[in-house]
């Protein structure tokens, strides 16, 4: 499987146990209403044996900039400190209203936050990613993150579906070394 759409019905259909990915995976999670209390939060095993890892992680999010052709950078620093890096309560608002998450770390003492979510076992999901955001270690990605990550994900698909993993493994190298024009 290797289609977004593939991948949406494997976690509304039954068909998997669970998913590692980012909180924004919920809201595809949840348009299937007849496993309400079936999914829960959870922090992601890690690798043993490896310096720095860890059991939290982080798949995907936004960023907001302000462009180098801004009329009053200033002003526009001053509303983005005061909201997006500075204002529980704008995330208290935006939240309920559009599922917007954020990992802003002061959210997570929130009441708000800290409400009970039916659809995950009345547990205080947001509360917790957001918790569990404050555990995840700094990573720097790379130009080609998306190309490796890709080529990885279509290896082990093949893998698992039967194909040689050492031939997967060199086809990734190989998917990733021409994306970079190597």
């Excluded at 995907?60 to 890096?85: E, H, Q, R």
């Excluded at 994900?153 to 086809?171: C, F, L, P, S, Y």
């Amino acid at each position: 499987m290797n289609d977004w759409d593939q991948y949406v019905g494997t976690l509304t259909n039954s068909t998997v146990g669970g998913t590692i990915n980012g909180c924004w995976i919920m809201a595809s999670i949840q348009t299937a209403e007849d496993q309400s209390g079936k999914w829960a939060i959870t922090n992601m095993p890690k690798l043993e044996g490896v310096d720095g890892a860890t059991n939290y992680s982080n798949n995907g999010g936004s960023s907001w900039a302000i462009t180098s052709v801004c009329k009053n950078p200033d002003l526009a620093y001053d509303f983005m400190a005061k909201t997006f890096a500075g204002s529980t309560s704008f995330y208290e608002t935006i939240l309920p209203k559009s599922g917007a998450l954020s990992t802003y770390l002061p959210a997570a003492q929130s009441k708000v936050y800290a409400e009970p979510q039916k659809f995950f076992g009345d547990a205080p999901v947001y509360a917790t990613i957001t918790d569990f955001a404050s555990k995840i270690p700094s990573n720097n990605t790379g130009v080609y993150y998306y190309e490796a990550r890709d080529a990885v994900a279509t290896a082990i698909t093949n893998v698992v579906a039967g194909a040689d993993i050492d031939a997967e493994i060199k086809t990734a190298e190989d998917t990733v070394n021409f994306a970079m024009g190597k």
